[in-house]
Structures are given as C-alpha cells and as structure tokens.
C-alpha cells in the first residue's frame, strides 16, 4: 500500500498570503494524484487532479505541482473561503488508492 | 448537475451488516464508476471499493470479504453492505463518482454529503 504524508498538520496563514501543502508518497506514482478540499460539515470537492489540472470551476489561485513522489498545492493569495482542510490521494495503477492526513489551513 | 445523496440507517449492533444506499441525479449510473469511502478521525479518509454497472468492482483489500457493492440502473441507486462490523466501522460514509484513468486508478468528482454510521449496542 503507498502511504501518502501530508505536512504540515496545520498551516497558519493571513488572507491574502501565499499557501503551499506539501504532500508526499511512498513510492512512485508519476503523476497520479489528486487534491481535494474539505470544508467543516461538507464533503470533500476535487480541486486537482493529474497533479496540475484544475477541477471545473476550481479558481486560478489553486496550482498543483510536482511528480514522482513530491507534491505541492499552492494557494496564491488566499481568500477567507480557502480556510480549510486540504487532503491528497494518489490514484497509481495497484489499490487501494489511500489519502493523506491532511493539512489544515487556519488563519492566522 | 451531479447529486449524490447517501441514506441508511445511523446505528448499527456490532456484528451485524451496515447498509447504505446513494441516490445519484443528473447522471447515468451506466455512463460511469462508482465508489463508497469513509472518514473518521482514527482512520482518515479511506476507499472502500468501486462497482461499474456492468459488475466490474474492485474493493479494498482491508475489508477482505466483507463488504459488497451494488448497483440499480433502472432505480438509480448503488448500495454498499458491509458485514460484521466493529466500533472500528464507525465513521462517516460518503457515496462518490469514480473517475478512472487509463493505466492508473481512480479519482472521485463529485460526493455525496456523508452519513453518519455508529456501530454500538
């Protein structure tokens, strides 16, 4: 099973600062991963997918970057809507298809 | 627009079967893949498994041969069971659209809202 870490726990940011999650698998998996945004109460919403293809309707702010097995989702400038927590999952050829633990942005 | 809405019921006993259902609108359950996952703070967010209508499925080796999913064309719904369940199958359940991508595996687009499953006695 590929495990996928997530850091930091939890980011501390102002609005309109820059955001960047960090997530890393334990093997490679080129790049198939995705990043999802979870919001209290709600389910999660497929922000990224390919590591750098914005979702429909996901904001020009959210970039995905990175392959093999570093990720990064950068937030440009961040708005109070983006307070949130933030998961990747990797999608390679073998399941199961795992998460990471997540990054909460909060403000700071 | 794609809805997805889980329904079921909120307290299972140990031991016996959890049962759920996603009600999907706004697109085919012919056309795509389907998945249930899970979230609780032990275990995280977590796949379950995936059915095509055709039969095709794949689940999660963790759940070894307890769970089973199905799906309903003509009523618009998939279901998931899964027998024998522990205080550990307590979590919040989520019904998905799986998106699969050639030579690879599967990402979700759209979620239902979760449902709440305690397993207690």
């Known amino acids: 099973e590929i495990v996928m870490t997530q850091s930091p726990a939890t980011l501390s940011v102002s609005p309109g600062e820059r955001a960047t999650f960090s997530c890393r698998a334990s093997q490679s998996i080129g790049t198939n991963l995705a990043w999802y945004q979870q919001k209290p109460g709600q389910a999660p919403r497929l922000l990224i997918y390919?590591?750098?293809t914005r979702a429909t309707g996901v904001p020009a702010r959210f970039s995905g970057s990175g392959s093999g097995t570093d990720f990064t989702l950068t937030i440009s400038s961040l708005q109070s809507e983006d307070f949130a927590v933030y998961y990747c999952q990797h999608y390679n050829n073998r399941p199961p298809w795992t998460f990471g633990q997540g990054t909460k942005a909060d403000i700071k | 627009q794609v809805l997805l809405q889980e329904s079921g019921p909120g307290l299972v006993k140990p031991s016996e079967t959890l049962s759920l259902t996603c009600d999907v609108s706004g697109a085919s359950l012919s056309s795509h893949y389907w998945s249930w996952l899970r979230q609780s703070p032990e275990m995280g967010l977590e796949w379950l498994g995936y059915m095509y209508y055709s039969g095709f499925h794949n689940y999660n080796p963790s759940l070894k041969s307890r769970i089973t999913i199905s799906i309903s064309v003509s009523k618009k719904h998939f279901s998931l069971n899964l027998a024998s369940v522990t205080a550990a199958d307590t979590a919040i359940y989520y019904c998905?659209?799986?998106?699969?991508?050639?030579?690879?595996?599967?990402?979700?687009?759209?979620w239902g809202l979760g449902t709440l499953v305690t397993v207690s006695s």
């Open positions: 390919g590591a750098s």
């Open positions: 998905a659209r799986a998106f699969p991508v050639p030579a690879a595996g599967i990402y979700f687009d759209y």
